[in-house]
């Protein structure tokens, strides 16, 4: 196809193709992507084939080899091109992921939250699959008992009204949910003695909050009991349709096969440019919530 095929991108199928919402981000991309690359006489693609190839591989976690026949350059120009343009288009899209003042919080608060109006963020832990690396400290380090295989995990928070506002570096597989915050720093943007956090079961950051004065929001564990009283599974049933569309945006993210499919072990050090694109994509994209689900 050659670059016929970027002229074939269009409103219809550009979501489809690449993972993109719409063309105006597209054609946003090519321009700050040509200020900041610009195309010299010797360059083999300009920066709109550059972004969508860069964006297909993402989406349908394609070869390079099948993209370089697409493409009509060889699978070295495709591997240059993906790793140059990853970085360069996270540096642009992780820009749509700020965090979120306490009022503006307030401000798009969502039905589901109104008994949990001081949730200041939702969190979450994702992990990608990736190849078994030949090295024996990144396979003890990358293990995942909980996926049992080797992965890279990142910490995302989402505030009440479903943006992403925080995104960790990646970890190995083997790190904990509470290792991953402990070190995030995430605690230092939080109010003491009003915000709350919303986390799952496994979150074990209690101590490392109480300290801060954050509350933690979780649904009650059940311990030696048999069940949960009646109030608690109030609670329960509250609290899991909070986070419903807390886990539809990370589903969102997830539209990027190479971030849900087996990463190979070789893109792994692009693996933390890929999330802050399917994260900024995510918050860039139409809200899973309907203007008639907010308060």
């Known amino acids: 196809f050659g670059e016929n095929f970027s002229r074939m991108v269009n409103q219809a199928n550009v979501c489809s193709f690449t993972g993109l ?14 200020e900041k690359m610009p195309t010299s006489s010797r360059a083999v ?3 709109r084939d550059r972004i969508i190839l860069t964006m297909m591989a993402f989406k349908h976690a394609l070869t390079f080899d099948f993209l370089s026949n697409v493409f009509g350059v060889s699978p070295s120009t ?6 140059h343009t ?19 919080v307030l401000h798009n608060m969502p039905v589901c939250f109104e008994k949990f109006s001081h949730v200041r963020i939702v ?30 995990k990142f910490m ?9 506002t925080y995104l960790s570096s990646g970890y190995g597989g083997r790190a904990s949910d509470k290792a991953i915050f402990d070190q995030s720093g995430l605690v230092d943007k939080l109010l003491p003695g009003i915000d709350h956090i919303m986390v799952d079961k496994g979150f074990l950051i209690d101590a490392t909050c109480e300290s801060r004065l954050i509350a933690v929001v979780r649904p009650p564990f059940l311990h030696a009991k048999k069940q949960l009283t009646k109030a608690e599974a109030l609670a329960t049933k509250r609290i899991a349709a909070a986070r419903v569309h807390v886990e539809r945006v990370i589903q969102r993210i997830k539209l990027l096969k190479i971030v849900s499919q087996k990463m ?28 008639n689900k907010f308060m």
């Open 45 to 47: 693609l300009p920066a």
């Open 86 to 104: 990853t970085k360069v288009l996270a540096e642009f899209l992780k820009c749509a992921i700020t965090w979120p003042s306490k009022d503006e």
């Open 78 to 83: 495709i591997s240059t091109t993906v790793r």
């Open 156 to 164: 995302i928070g989402v505030s009440p009204g479903g943006l992403i």
């Open 264 to 291: 190979p072990w070789n893109m792994v050090p692009l693996a933390d440019d890929m999330l802050s694109i399917a994260c900024g994509l995510a918050n860039l994209s139409p809200s899973v919530l309907a203007d």
């Open 21 to 34: 919402p719409n063309m105006e981000l597209l054609n946003a991309l090519e321009k700050l992507m040509s």
């Open 123 to 152: 969190l979450d832990c994702t992990e990608i699959p990736v190849g078994r690396p030949k090295c024996l400290k990144c396979r003890i380090s990358t293990y995942s008992h909980y996926k049992k295989g080797h992965t890279v």
